[in-house]
Structure formats: structure tokens, C-alpha cells
């Protein structure tokens, strides 16, 4: 696989701060790759170092091959969306999208062509005369990414895009971008803190914490084989079993995920308390105590529902187990 970003042991230090520490990473070409994290974990910073706003302290990295420490971001074929949009209130839409192209200095008539193709790209033809203001937050959106890919980067760069929208909207335009990346062939690079957009739009996943990357695989592996509780409890809510309750349980003395949407109601096994009941819509969540430790359980629409305070017998299969190498 040709590698489109290459970070090889790549760190960057504020003083006393090491805002990424040693980072090793290799995104695919023509991958949608995510960076997942909470805030202050380091993703952000390694988005800012692919683009060349940040330079490492230390360590290795790589665009196509092409060494990147010291070039400036306007010689590297990047392009970066960010939450804000970034765009120019006083040009019209046209305008903000064909601005990197007169930068570069092509021609009125042939970047005015190119700016109306990416407005057509991402379903805003006929929208060139406005201004920004006149657009609501998802096309703003658009016409942001039309600016970034009208100059046909190799990789794009996604700063929490969708960060300012509503859920309906940023769902929208979650299967929309994933459409695009498809579509285009280009290497997308995409940083965010909700789990349900890095699950749903990447190929892989790097989760990042404390300047670090602490498990980095699809999503399917991040989701099911979490190597941590920080993983198991930050992608996706899991039920997070200590080891005294695993022997209680059969199982061995050793930290294990155990997803909500696993647990059912039997009529045996291990007796629980019903402790809340949260109605979602699609399913209701039960929160339980079993032997001291709170779990959740998923139960689908339709289901019955235990009242509060109600015992109950929890089900699962043995192989929804996922037993934690490094429980920290």
C-alpha cells in the first residue's frame, strides 16, 4: 500500500507540554483515514503537522514519499477544512472558492470554470453570487470543501467539520463526504472527538490520547477488540467488567469489554437490579447493578421493559467477551 502521511516516531513539544509524543503513523493512499480523541490528545496538532502549520520537534515526516519537515504549507499538496470554515465574508461564493486557484495565479476564466465544477461537486450549482452570510451552516460547509478541493489535493485535511451542525445535518453530510472520498479517489484525513462519525465514515481508525496513539485499526476491530478502558469507554459506551467480577462471573481475573447491545434478558443466568430505564427511540437502555458494577443493556424496540427496580437475568455469548491486554 502506498503510504499518503508517514510519521515515523514524530513528536512536537510546546516547552513542557509534549502535545504529541512519538507518534509512528501510516495513512494509505486513497484512505479516509480518522483521528479520534478528546480534546488535548494530540490529534489536532498531528492534523496541524501534516498541513505544515506546526513543525516536529522531533522525528520523520512524509507526504508521497516527499520529506515534509521544514517545506511550508504552500508548497505541499494539502488542503485543510476547518470547523469554522475559514471563509471570506466580504467575496461571494464564487470567489471563496476559486481564491487558493488565483493565489496560485491561474487565470480568471479557467479558475472561474474550476470553481463552478467543485460547486457542482458538492451540490451547490447556482449558488457562485451570494455571499456567505446569505448560506446556512451546511452549505457553508460545501463551499468550504469546494475551496479545498478545487485545487485537487492529493490529501485532504478535516478539522471537525461537521462540529457546528445539527445531528440530522451532520449525519447528512456524513454519508455525503464519504460518498465524495469515494468518488474522488483522494486521501482524507479527518479529525474528531465523536466516535459515531469516526465509526461510520473511516476505512481506519487512529485513537489518540495523551499525545499518543493508543490503538489504531478498522473500526470494526476498534469497536469490538478494544486494547484499553479508555478505548473500550471512549469508542462507543461499553460495560467495563473488573477482574473480580469476571471470576464471579466464570470468566478469568483480567479487565473485559462487554457492549450493551450484547447483553439480553434470559430467563437464567446472573441476577441484576434494574436501576434506570432511558427510552431512545430505536431501543431503550437499561442500567443495571450486578455484583456492584453498573451495566447497561440494549433492548430493542418492542421489547418488554422491566420497571425500575425490578430483578432481572442477564444473558450474553461467551465470545462478546473481549478480555483487555492493557487495562489502563
Avoid at 10 to 25: E, M, Q, T
Avoid at 102 to 122: D, T
Wanted: neutral net charge; charged residues 25%.
Amino acid at each position: 500500500m502506498t503510504s499518503a502521511v508517514l510519521f515515523r516516531k514524530v513528536s512536537r513539544h510546546f516547552g513542557p507540554v509534549r502535545a504529541v509524543d512519538g507518534v509512528d503513523l501510516d495513512v494509505g493512499a486513497g484512505e479516509f483515514f480518522a483521528m479520534l480523541g478528546p480534546s488535548g490528545s494530540g490529534k489536532t496538532t498531528c492534523l496541524r503537522l501534516i498541513a505544515g502549520f506546526e513543525q516536529p520537534t522531533a522525528g520523520h515526516i512524509e507526504i508521497f514519499g516527499e520529506r515534509a519537515e521544514g517545506v511550508p504549507p504552500y508548497r505541499r499538496n494539502v488542503n485543510t477544512v476547518f470547523q469554522d470554515y475559514a471563509l471570506f465574508p466580504h467575496l461571494n461564493i464564487l470567489d471563496n472558492v476559486a481564491y487558493g486557484l488565483m493565489v496560485k495565479g491561474v487565470g480568471e476564466v479557467e479558475r472561474m470554470k474550476a470553481a463552478e465544477q467543485a460547486l457542482e461537486m458538492v451540490k451547490l450549482p447556482g449558488y457562485g453570487r451570494r455571499r456567505p452570510g446569505q448560506l446556512s451552516g451546511g452549505q457553508r460547509q460545501r463551499v468550504a470543501l469546494a475551496r479545498a478541493l478545487v485545487n485537487k489535493p492529493k490529501v485532504l485535511l478535516l478539522d471537525e467539520p461537521l462540529g457546528a451542525l445539527d445531528l440530522k445535518l451532520r449525519e447528512q453530510m456524513q454519508e455525503e463526504l464519504k460518498s465524495l472520498q469515494r468518488a474522488l479517489g483522494i486521501t482524507f484525513v479527518f479529525v474528531t472527538h465523536d466516535q459515531g462519525e469516526a465509526l461510520s465514515m473511516a476505512d481506519r481508525v487512529a485513537v489518540f490520547n495523551n499525545g499518543g496513539i493508543v490503538q489504531q485499526g478498522s473500526p470494526q476491530d476498534i469497536y469490538r477488540r478494544p486494547k484499553s478502558r479508555f478505548v473500550a469507554d471512549f469508542v462507543g459506551s461499553s460495560n467495563l467488567l473488573p477482574p473480580d467480577v469476571m471470576v464471579s462471573l466464570g470468566g478469568e481475573r483480567r479487565w473485559a469489554s462487554l457492549r450493551p447491545e450484547a447483553v439480553r434478558l434470559a430467563s437464567e443466568g446472573p441476577e441484576a437490579l434494574v436501576e434506570n430505564v432511558s427510552f431512545l427511540g430505536s431501543a431503550t437502555r437499561l442500567a443495571v447493578d450486578l455484583h456492584r458494577t453498573r451495566l447497561h443493556v440494549m433492548l430493542p424496540a418492542g421489547a418488554e421493559v422491566p420497571a425500575v427496580g425490578a430483578p432481572v437475568r442477564l444473558a450474553w455469548s461467551a465470545e462478546d467477551i473481549h478480555y483487555m491486554d492493557d487495562a489502563a
